[in-house]
């Protein structure tokens, strides 16, 4: 049995992890959604998950800022696959990503399941649902800042040109060289 979610790459809160449960889930800043994610820049019902033939079929619901899948904004409903980057606007990634579950594994059960238990009557409790813990948020290092060194090469080329001057003065001065070196200077 294989399951899927989402998990935040980048957004208000990297690395939580959405089980997506049902045969459709809403996505937006609305808390009343599946996927609720608290964030300016995701349409209160931003898209829609279609869960059809085993596989989740996302699709925008006229969002401000777009709904895109692997940088492609949708025109359309899309057939999402494992690996699949979903971005909400510019800021918002998730990741979509199917998963084993493993029967004999610890079983973890979604809010949304344990309300849907504690409401249904003794004799029938639905199936738990699988969630794994968050996965670790691997990011890329970041890449060192340049700096602009041409004020610097400027600046220490300027200091020595200054010593280099004062030197040379104090040379003249301390040998009483100015009437040979500057012959036109008055009172030589």
């Known amino acids: 049995m294989a399951q899927f979610q ?6 208000p809160t990297p690395g939580v992890t959405f089980p ?3 045969e459709q889930l809403t996505i937006g800043r609305d808390s009343t959604n599946g996927v609720a994610i608290n964030d300016a820049e995701v349409s209160r019902k931003h898209a829609r998950l279609m869960f059809q033939g085993g596989k989740f079929v996302l699709e925008d619901l006229g969002s401000t800022n777009g709904t895109f899948v692997n940088g492609q904004r949708l025109a359309g409903p899309v057939v999402l696959k494992p690996g699949d980057v979903v971005s909400l606007g ?50 890329a290092p970041a890449a060192p800042k340049k ?6 090469f400027i600046g220490i080329g300027a200091l020595l040109l200054i010593c ?13 060289r100015w009437c040979v070196l500057f012959p036109f200077i008055s009172g030589c």
Request: hydrophobic fraction near 50%; glycine fraction near 6%; charged fraction near 10%.
């Open 20 to 22: 997506l449960e049902g």
């Open 6 to 11: 989402f998990v935040m790459r980048s957004g």
């Open 90 to 139: 510019e800021q918002i990634v998730l990741m979509y990503d199917a998963i084993a579950a493993d029967p004999g594994a610890t079983v973890a059960v979604s809010r949304k399941a344990a309300q849907q238990m504690a409401q249904a009557p003794a004799y029938s409790a639905p199936a738990p649902s699988y969630s794994p813990p968050p996965a670790a948020h691997a990011s």
């Open 164 to 176: 280099a001057c004062a030197g040379f003065f104090w040379w003249v001065d301390a040998t009483y």
């Open 147 to 152: 700096t602009n060194m041409l004020p610097i």
